[in-house]
């Protein structure tokens, strides 16, 4: 694997997780509405993210900044859904593997970061309950 690719993957990563539990934080912390919390969170990563692409001849800012939008998105899940972090971090990281998997396949469309947050969030909820079924199961 080349190292900026490398790189690419672990700034999508962690862009991501910050999205979404910045974004929570904000709703919870200092209750913003979700899309506020979303929004303002977004603009300022959008503006760090155009400056830093005029200093670099790659796309990883524009990459940093969708998926980081993406993410926020999977953040203004109602806070007292998420029971915990962890399913935060979990559907982080499936909105980076979403992203970089699905994103070519929504070209012209619009809603493609929110059905890549949906997704994610579904899937991270439902291996959630699943798991949480078994483990009550096993304990009878």
């Not at 939008?69 to 029971?83: C, D, E």
Request: some cysteine.
């Amino acid at each position: 694997m080349e190292y900026n690719i490398l790189i690419m993957y672990i700034l999508l990563i962690i862009s991501s997780i910050a999205g979404s539990t910045s974004t929570l934080i904000l709703q919870k912390k200092y209750n913003l509405s979700s899309v506020r919390a979303s929004a303002i969170l977004s603009l300022i990563v959008g503006i760090i993210c155009l400056i830093w692409s005029q200093n670099t001849d790659n796309n990883i800012p524009e990459q940093v900044a969708l998926v980081f939008m993406a993410a926020s998105f999977v953040g203004m899940t109602n806070h007292k859904l998420i029971k915990s972090y962890w399913i935060l971090v979990a559907s982080s990281v499936l909105v980076v593997v979403l992203y970089l998997n699905l994103s070519t396949y929504f070209t012209g469309y619009g809603g493609s970061l929110g059905t890549i947050a949906n997704i994610s969030l579904l899937v991270s909820f439902g291996i959630s309950k699943l798991l949480n079924t078994l483990i009550n199961t096993s304990k009878k």
